[in-house]
């Protein structure tokens, strides 16, 4: 057998025929691209995770809106009813609410929890309109109320299974 044919390249190196110099370039080429793609592939990964946080995040803060400003009407109720407080549910601030349920209207698909925020905003709403005639009788009174709390639990036990559900996403 005939020794392969070498020389020396032009740094000192001997190298001979059926050398891996240009095989060299085309791995450290091939090396470049791939990492390239990989840090590409985590920056999309990582702003799309950011993205799913932060609207997990405001679904969050627009269903706890909503249930705390449910749970401040009813309360406003109750205290001009018992405590003979004036002014109390003309004082509720309505136009938190409406805004923090068209964002939920916004950002959730869900329909059970679309469901829920209605009933909610049925409820509140039959309970305000009926209060706020001022001749009311107790039992009715009691009606209303009870399906505005029953409402009010239904759609934080919705709100919860949705929020768990986009929590538990990877």
Do not use: D, K
């Given at each position: 057998?005939?020794?392969?044919?070498?020389?020396?390249?032009r740094l000192g190196k001997r190298v001979g025929e059926g050398s891996l110099l240009g095989m060299d370039a085309w791995g450290t080429l091939l090396a470049t691209i791939t990492?390239?793609?990989i840090a590409l592939l985590g920056q999309h990964l990582n702003k799309r995770?950011?993205?799913r946080a932060k609207t997990v995040e405001l679904l969050m803060d627009?269903?706890?809106q909503i249930a705390a400003s449910s749970g401040d009407f009813l309360n406003r109720v109750w205290e001009e009813q018992v405590l003979n407080l004036e002014g109390r549910?003309?004082?509720w601030d309505l136009a938190s609410h409406r805004l923090a349920s068209a964002r939920l209207q916004?950002?959730?698909h869900d329909a059970g929890l679309l469901?829920?925020?209605r009933e909610v905003n049925d409820a509140g709403q039959a309970l305000g309109a009926y209060w706020r005639r001022g001749d009311t009788e107790e039992s009715e009174y009691q009606a209303r109320r009870d399906r505005c709390r029953a409402a009010m639990h239904s759609f934080i036990e919705q709100s919860s299974r949705v929020i768990g559900k986009?929590?538990?996403r990877p």
């Open positions: 057998m005939a020794a392969p044919l070498a020389h020396t390249n990492g390239a793609a995770s950011e993205a627009a269903c706890a549910v003309i004082e916004i950002l959730a469901a829920a925020l986009r929590l538990e």
